[in-house]
């Protein structure tokens, strides 16, 4: 079953490894259906499940409990053929926080590890 349309605010902060973070601010909306949690951030979609994490924003990352995955990363070169290691994650049990620690490999080298919040709040109306 699925529920009615959710407005949300959602908190989005990636932390690199050594930098700054980058702390993405956005209200959306959000659906329930079964056990995910489905997320529309303007061009962003993110998909929240029990053992894995979807965003999709002109590529596709996922993020799995100990997990390798690929990913395409579009350029304005090409596709960059890359792999992300998921050291961790954490999903509340209402679909609502996000906890994740990643890395990014390109042709076997790690480029990035990065941190991840992803905070969803009912919009006050």
């Not at 079964?34 to 590529?59: F, H, N, S």
């Not at 996922?62 to 954490?90: I, N, S």
Request: aromatic share 4%; net charge positive.
């Amino acid at each position: 079953m699925t529920s009615e349309p959710i407005k949300i605010f959602a908190t989005l902060t990636l932390t690199p490894e050594g930098d700054k973070s980058e702390i993405l601010r956005e209200s959306g909306e959000m659906l329930l259906k079964e056990d995910k949690a489905l997320i529309k951030m303007g061009e962003r979609r993110i998909q929240i499940e029990r053992d894995r994490v979807l965003i999709r924003q002109g590529y596709l990352l996922q993020l799995r409990r100990d997990g390798e995955t690929a990913l395409d990363y579009p350029t304005p070169y090409g596709v960059l053929a890359m792999k992300v290691r998921t050291h961790k994650l954490e999903i509340s049990a209402d679909r609502r926080k996000v906890k994740a620690k990643y890395s990014l490999y390109s042709a076997g080298e790690r480029l990035h590890d990065i941190e991840m919040k992803l905070k969803i709040e009912t919009e006050k109306k």
